[in-house]
């Protein structure tokens, strides 16, 4: 299924996207799509059935905002430099384990919303990734079958990044990740039964049309089963959680000087096969 969320900003329904490309309303089923929805089995399987028997009332998506697609998320549990590629473009070895860094929930924005490059920013940076939604609590898993039931689906993540913050101004790099609308998600929550291999898919992204990442999951150097697995001896996983899992090459830090960071006014588009597509338009926040 591919669930997402719909409405203004704090007041988004809960909506299913059919086979054809019709928007269904599932309000009258549940009252969102949050770690609640996802860890219920029946409470899906009721979407299904409701799907299936056709009585799921179409909804006109004109003029219709597209939320983030999970609500009431708990963290954002982020990887860096999880791309073979990405780490050689910016200098980096490739790490011997992953290397793990949060997000708050309140970054997270729907995928056409506008994202604010931050005052006194320099180095505004793009990153799409593919995001896993946690559907069980996840807690010591030690094989990656354990890790793979525990995923609720996936879903595209923008995790843009102020270089500058996070690279030149000390301590950690969450400086440089939580700034205001820094983590457009979705369009959709496509359940992980549609998603037979997260290690076969292409993720591509554009600033102002031109094609600035294009790269694949097989590319990953932590696969995704491994990084769930590994992420749940750290810290406890609850059903809702997101977990980005890395960008491939092709980020403005990889690219030679000039760096061809982003400003207000650029406009980025990012794709994940089956997953979707985003644009936003940035402003100065």
């Not at 290397?99 to 924005?109: E, G, P, Q, R």
């Amino acid at each position: 299924m591919k669930l997402l969320r719909v409405g203004p900003a704090g007041a988004e329904r809960p909506a299913l996207l059919d086979q054809d490309g019709t928007l269904r309303d599932l309000s009258a089923l549940v009252d969102d799509i949050d770690g609640r929805l996802l860890s219920d089995g029946s409470a899906l399987e009721r979407i299904r059935a409701a799907l299936g028997a056709g009585v799921l009332p179409a909804l006109d998506p004109a003029g219709l905002r597209t939320g983030p697609p999970v609500g009431r998320i708990g963290k954002v549990v982020c990887v860096g430099l999880n791309y073979h590629a990405h780490a050689a473009e910016t200098g980096a070895a490739s790490p011997a384990e992953p290397v793990l860094f949060l997000k708050a929930a309140d970054t997270v924005v729907g995928p056409e919303d506008t994202v604010l490059v931050p005052r006194g920013a320099e180095k505004t940076d793009w990153e799409v990734e593919l995001a896993v939604v946690i559907g069980r609590t996840a807690r010591y898993l030690e094989t990656d079958e354990e890790a793979r039931a525990h995923i609720a689906g996936y879903t595209i993540a923008h995790d843009v990044s102020e270089r500058a913050f996070q690279i030149e101004h000390g301590g950690t790099w969450d400086k440089g990740k939580n700034c205001e609308t820094f983590n457009p998600l979705g369009p959709w929550l496509v359940t992980a039964d549609e998603v037979p291999d997260p290690q076969d898919l292409s993720l591509r992204l554009w600033v102002n049309g031109e094609l600035r990442q294009d790269g694949h999951t097989a590319d990953q150097i932590f696969p995704v089963a491994q990084v769930i697995r590994y992420v749940s001896h750290f810290m406890t996983l609850h059903p809702g959680d997101i977990v980005n899992t890395g960008t491939p090459a092709g980020v403005a830090l990889g690219q030679p000087e000039p760096k061809p960071y982003l400003r207000p006014g650029d406009v980025v588009e990012l794709e994940i096969e089956g997953l979707g597509r985003q644009r936003q338009e940035l402003k100065s926040a």
